[in-house]
């Protein structure tokens, strides 16, 4: 339930932007789960009733951090592999042949200790586009959402899965695989288009708007070239009827802009957009190798645009055009993709990463993003992919009380010259002192009060040994299938497709 009267005395709170560059001294009244006054002052007392008084002396107060694309999926996978472009990569986190079904707890554990790692660095919501190996199951759908609603973090859930034959989803690998290999795939286990809806009818149906609305559920298709058409037309009937976000990767890669083109003859966000799918919930997750004319879809659209810059560059798959999707108005919200492309959930992180990889892709330095974007990016705009734009990513009346504080005695502040700028290019999430979602202190002093974090690590290295052996199995298959994906790959990287996204300065660099 909700907690009582809180007041945050004397907290520093960033200042809107006309009126300086630094903070100023507030005090934040909390009733149960939403802000109801911030006033100035520090004589500032509150009506009478029960209120926790809570001295924030030398304390920055923000809007929780927005985790805008998360896969929990791969909680226990952190390290484990070299950096490789995502169509080799996947090939290691989502086996195409299959695998056992995990353990509800082992599922469970796993998403707590992601949502943990959030809390501690003050994130307060996360949108999470969990997939399951080899397909979803219940008791592994309601052990996520479960993690989600003990550990006390707003979470929007979707179930990330494709459902046609794994060489379908790229060009060329059909005809690279030898006849014993294409066979294999074509076993392969391989939900129907009503199965998967079952699943979703049991996620929407048992935890959509549950716990006060702080858990909810969102529609996704992987990417719109994994799935059937029929699968992505319901999930399409089930966003716009029920409002939720639709989560799909849309030319995340090069090898997917040559696969639009040789499919669909346009691209992917193109065969979206033919379809009448794109509109306000979808969420395009990743956006980098998208042209003008792609830019100015999804405009239109008013649909938003999930940047993962850290994972972006493990996989090398490129820079997205920041600047060009920025100016034509798409809203754009940061993530941290997984901890297995990304090796941490450190939205901090991420929002350094993305005010400075944009910084080489265009000589004129006012186009360069600014400390004030990228935080607008993290709070206004992972707030618009959540489609929660008056409930967070803000400190004002009516307002969730998702909030987190920082110490303002730490080195990232010391001394404090620009708390905008400090905040995006200073920090990594060690000044975080309190996290705070819907009123419920989740973190205090830095450590997680409202789960058994030593717990939850205990198990999590006990899951990681006894599942050891049954990873193994799967990194040779996927090392016997490597060189016609690598085949495939490289294919695409020499195929034409009148754009360059990546660092080097070859023909036709274009962003």
């Known amino acids: 339930m909700p907690g009582m009267r809180k007041l945050l005395r004397n907290v520093m709170m960033i200042p809107p932007e006309s009126t300086g560059r630094n903070s100023r001294e507030v005090n934040i009244l909390i009733d149960h789960d939403k802000i109801v006054e911030v006033n100035p002052g520090a004589e500032f007392t509150p009506a009478t009733g029960d209120v926790e008084d809570l001295d924030c002396r030398g304390l920055l107060a923000i809007p929780g951090l927005i985790n805008g694309h998360f896969h929990s999926s791969t909680n226990l996978m952190k ?4 950096g490789l472009p995502l169509e080799l990569f996947m090939l290691h ?8 079904l995990p353990p509800d707890r082992m599922v469970y554990v796993r998403t707590m200790l992601g949502a943990i790692e959030m809390l501690k660095h003050g994130i307060t919501s996360v949108q ?16 996520v959402m479960s993690a989600y609603s003990d550990s006390g973090l707003r979470a929007t859930v979707a179930l990330d899965q494709p459902n046609i034959v794994e060489y379908e989803k790229y060009p060329f690998l059909k005809d690279l695989l030898p006849a014993k290999k294409r066979h294999l795939f074509e076993t392969a286990p391989v939900p129907a288009t009503d199965e998967l809806l079952a699943l979703y009818e049991h996620l929407i149906d048992n935890w959509n708007c549950t716990h006060d609305g702080r858990i909810r559920a969102a529609v996704s298709c992987s990417a719109p070239h994994r799935v059937t058409e029929d699968y992505l037309g319901s999930l399409s009937d089930i966003s716009r009827n029920l409002e939720l976000p639709f989560y799909m990767h849309i030319l995340e890669t090069r090898t997917q802009r040559v696969f639009g083109d040789s499919r669909f003859g346009r ?25 003008d004319a792609d830019i100015s879809t999804i405009a239109e659209a008013g649909s938003v645009i999930a940047h993962n810059p850290v994972c972006n560059l493990r996989l090398g798959s490129g820079i997205m055009p920041f600047r060009r999707i920025r100016n034509a108005g798409i809203p754009v919200c940061l993530g941290t993709d997984e901890a297995l492309a990304d090796d941490s959930i450190n939205l901090w992180i991420t929002m350094k990463v993305a005010g400075l990889i944009h910084n080489i892709t265009d000589p004129e330095y006012g186009n360069w993003p600014a400390a004030d974007e990228i935080l607008a990016c993290v709070f206004r705009g992972g707030a618009r992919a959540m489609g929660l734009e008056k409930l967070v990513g803000a400190l004002a009346p009516g307002y969730q009380a998702d909030i987190a504080l920082l110490d303002l005695n730490e080195i990232a502040f010391t001394p404090l010259n620009d708390v905008r700028r400090q905040l995006v290019y200073c920090e990594n999430g060690s000044s975080v002192r309190m996290t705070m979602v819907g009123g419920q202190i989740l973190v205090r002093d830095g450590r997680v009060c409202s ?8 198990e999590a290295r006990e899951f990681a040994l006894a599942y050891a052996d049954d990873l193994a199995v799967l990194q040779k298959t996927a090392a016997g299938l490597e060189p016609f994906y690598r085949e495939m790959y490289l294919r695409a990287a020499t195929t034409d497709v009148g754009m360059n996204r990546w660092g080097n300065a070859g023909t036709g660099n274009d962003r």
Not at 79 to 82: E, I, N, S, T
Not at 128 to 143: H, K, L, R, T, Y
Not at 451 to 458: A, L, N, P, R, Y
Request: charged residues 25%; aromatic residues 8%.
């Open 79 to 82: 390290g484990r592999l070299d």
């Open 93 to 100: 986190e989502v086996p195409p042949l299959g695998g056992s």
């Open 267 to 291: 691209s992917i966000l193109q065969y979206v957009h033919d379809r009448g799918i794109l509109d306000q919930r979808c969420n395009v997750i990743h956006g980098i190798w998208l042209d």
């Open 451 to 458: 789960v058994d974090e030593e717990g939850i690590k205990g």
């Open 128 to 143: 999470d586009d969990v997939f399951f190996v080899p397909f979803p199951s219940p008791g592994n759908i309601d052990a």
